[in-house]
């Protein structure tokens, strides 16, 4: 039996260090990233821009877990976590987070799907919050990694 946590661990490490690489080679090319409330974001390369946009504004992201647990019968991992970002301008945002992160049988990652406060977020990045439309710093964000 594998070791689902194994990639979960990865990724947060990758926030962590801030290394984009290591946090992709967890996914699948066709993986979705839901941070809730907003939009999914569908496919290794998309996941990577919107990422990558994200940690090119942190000094560094550590990520405490509080629990971590493992149903085999779906293959997800859950997360109960506080999501720090130092960033570069000097704030630190805090995001509790709940995570869920379908692991297939290959130890990669499928589904990564966050729950968090994104009213709280655009708050303190002092972005209007929005809840309804998902409008605010991560749409910004993801917005401008794609065009």
């Known amino acids: 039996m594998i070791d689902r946590t194994i990639p979960v661990w990865n990724v947060i490490k990758a926030w962590e260090t801030g290394d984009l690489d290591m946090m992709m080679d967890q996914l699948t090319d066709d993986a979705v990233f839901e941070n809730v409330p907003m939009d999914p974001i569908v ?3 998309a996941i990577r821009a919107a990422n990558g946009a994200h940690l090119a504004m942190c000094d560094r992201a550590p990520w405490k877990v509080f629990n971590i647990a493992v ?11 506080l999501d720090v970002f130092v960033l570069k301008d000097g704030r630190t945002v ?13 130890s990669k990652i499928t589904l990564w799907r966050d729950y968090f406060d994104l009213a709280s977020w655009n708050r303190q990045m002092g972005v209007a919050p929005d809840l309804a439309s998902g409008e605010g710093c ?3 964000l993801v917005e ?3 065009g």
């Open 71 to 81: 149903n085999e019968e779906t293959k997800t991992v859950l997360t109960e976590r």
């Open 43 to 45: 496919g290794k390369a």
């Open 94 to 106: 805090y995001a509790p987070s709940m995570g869920a992160w379908v692991v297939n049988d290959e």
């Open 138 to 140: 991560f749409k910004t």
């Open 144 to 146: 401008q990694a794609a």
